[in-house]
Structure formats: structure tokens, C-alpha cells
């Protein structure tokens, strides 16, 4: 048993490239597979005095890998009969400083850890593919300088809290990278292995709070979509993508045919089923990527991007009104009529959305339960 084995002989866990296993992560209770950890000759550690040896609190030898990209992966694995491990990603590529911090986190025991080691911009890259809880990230890789590796992790991985390291203690350097998304900040050397972990949790606490307020600002509560304020910013992301690379988006708005007939009929309640309703039938009519918002009341809009021609998007148009006109509410058939914008030239958000709500209206005239494209492609369908 690992367990058996730590108790009677202290277990180090050491990383390299010789080590038979596979990479990734070994469970406790899986084979524990002894391997070195290379480091250049500058980097290497100095030897511990004589009766300085410690033994480890049920460690376990893990299987790290070395990638193309200089990725190697440590990870600190704790007993079974313990809260859930905290899963940090080391972003370091100092070998030095990640094996202090490995063996600092061996010390404390507690609470339980889970560390990844990355060495590259790139290799935390691909280590973000799997979910962390907070990145540990050196300013001073070997492919990202400065505040480069945070704004790239930010703009891949939002969501993830980061906690910046760095050697040189720079008051206005630490405000830029809190500025530029970086949760906290820490000078290395200065702050143990407590004051590390308490950061890590405060800034999961902190961007999970983030998270809850992002959400209620740019989330719709009854239907879950998004609302004006999100699409509002996806649409301008998209234009400003538009007149970079020339792909083509199209805007819809749509509004429910007789919908007050059926609060007044059937109550609010009824009503905001049917509203839900609606939001899952725009979802299933358009591609994961799209955004599907609700401005409010019965109105709804749609943001796609990559729509090739006018054709294209009233095939999507089609498929919404079909969609949504097999939802019902007793006597009630749910219908509604859809205005769509392309941006075929240079426009603003505004205009686009003008464009798009005239068109829903022409839909109207026309006699609801339809979709027109706006005037400057006209057709009711």
C-alpha cells in the first residue's frame, strides 16, 4: 500500500523524463512510479545537512511528462479521507522554485494539494485544457515577458483565478497586473507556503463572486440567456472582428406574435413558461457558438457570426420560426415574426440593430409568424 510505504519510509515526489509510467495524474492507490527531477546544473539545489531529512505526510511518486513545449507536470496527491484536493497549476520555469514550493507543501500537510508544474506559456496553454482552480504564474517565462502570459492565460481561460509571482518587490508593477486580471500578488521569498495558500483560496473565492455578479448583469434570470447588455458587447467584438478578417455576421430580432393574449388568458406564469420555451427553441435552432439573448418582455435577439450570405441566414430565420411555432400554451400556437440585419458593409452596432428591428417589423406587416431580411436585402418569407 502507498499509505504503508510513507509511514515506514519517507517518499519524495521527484519528476522526469525516464519514468515508464504515463503521464498525467496517478490516483492514490495506483502503482507509485519512481522518477528524478533533471535540472541544469545552475538550478540544482544545495544538498540538505546531515539529519535535516523529513518524512513526508503519505506522499506519493507521481508520473510527470516533459512535451515539445517544455511542459513537466508535478502533482502532489493527499489522502483519500480529506476534503477534495485544491488544484493549483505552477506556471515556473525555475526548477528550483517549483521543487522548494513542492516541498513547502509537503511540510504543511494540509489542507490538501494537488500541484501541476509548467515550465512554458505554452505548456500551461495546454494544461488549461483541464480544469485548475487557480494558476501560480511566474512573470518571467521563457516565451512571455511581463504582464504577456497573464493577459493570454485571461483571454483563454477567464474564468480561472491567477495569482502572479515574481522576484522584485514593484508596487505599481503589482497594480498593473491586478489591473490586467491577476487576482493577487505575491514577491517570492516573501510569503510562505500559508500565505501562498490563502491567497490561492481568497482569489478562487474572489473571481467565484465575479463570476456570480458577471452572470447576474449580463444573464437573463427567467430564461438563462443573455441579455441586451451581453449582446450588446458580443456584437461589437463581432463587428470589430468583421472589418479585421471580413466574416460576415448576421443579426436577428424577434418579437412573439400575441403574447399578451396569452398572459391575459392564462396568467404570468404560463406566460414565463412559454418564454422559456421559446429560449430553448432558439437554442436548438442555432449552433453552440451563437449568442441568444432576451431584451426583455417577449423580445429576443440572436448574434451569428460566419453567416456566408443572405441565403444562409434565412435558412436560420426559417429554422427559428418553425422552431418556435410548435410550442403551445393551451389554445394557443406560439408564433414569431423575425427581422434579419447583415453586416454586408461597414456599420455600427446601433445601425445593425435598427436594421434588424425594422425588418421584424416589416415581418409584421406582412402578417407575423414570418422572418424578412432588412431593406438593404429585402424579401418577406
Known sequence: MVGEHARRRP?????????????????????????????????????????????????????????????VQVMKSTPPDTQPPLRLLLVEDSAADAQLLLDLLEDAGRPPVELHWVTTLAAARLALAEPVDCVLLDVGLPDARGLEGLMALRGQSPATPIVVLTGH??????????AAGAQDYLTKGSAGVDVLLRAARYAIQRQRAQG??????????LTGLGNRTMLLDRLEWALARRQRAEAP??????DLDGFKAINDTHGHAAGDSVLVAVSHALSDALRTGDTVARFGGDEFAALCE???????????ASRVVDNVRGIRCGAHTV????????????????????????????????????WALDGHLAGVR
Open 11 to 71: 517518499v519524495r515526489p521527484r519528476v522526469g523524463r525516464g519514468c515508464r509510467e504515463p503521464q498525467g495524474h496517478v490516483a492514490l492507490g495506483d502503482r507509485p512510479c519512481a522518477a528524478r527531477l533533471e535540472r541544469p546544473a545552475s538550478d540544482r539545489l544545495p544538498p540538505r545537512r546531515k539529519g535535516s531529512a523529513r518524512a513526508y505526510p503519505r506522499a506519493q511518486a507521481v508520473t510527470p511528462g516533459a512535451d515539445d513545449h517544455g511542459q
Open 169 to 178: 518587490d514593484d508596487r505599481d508593477f503589482a497594480l498593473e497586473a491586478v
Open 212 to 221: 456570480i455578479l458577471t452572470r447576474r448583469a449580463l444573464e437573463d434570470p
Open 249 to 254: 455576421i448576421a443579426l436577428f430580432f424577434l
Open 306 to 316: 460566419d453567416v456566408p450570405d443572405a441565403d444562409a441566414a434565412a435558412t436560420v
Open 335 to 370: 408564433s414569431v415574426s423575425v427581422g434579419v440585419a447583415l453586416s454586408d458593409m461597414i456599420v455600427t452596432p446601433e445601425q445593425l440593430m435598427a436594421r434588424a428591428d425594422e425588418a421584424m417589423y416589416a415581418a409584421k406587416r406582412a402578417g407575423k409568424d414570418r
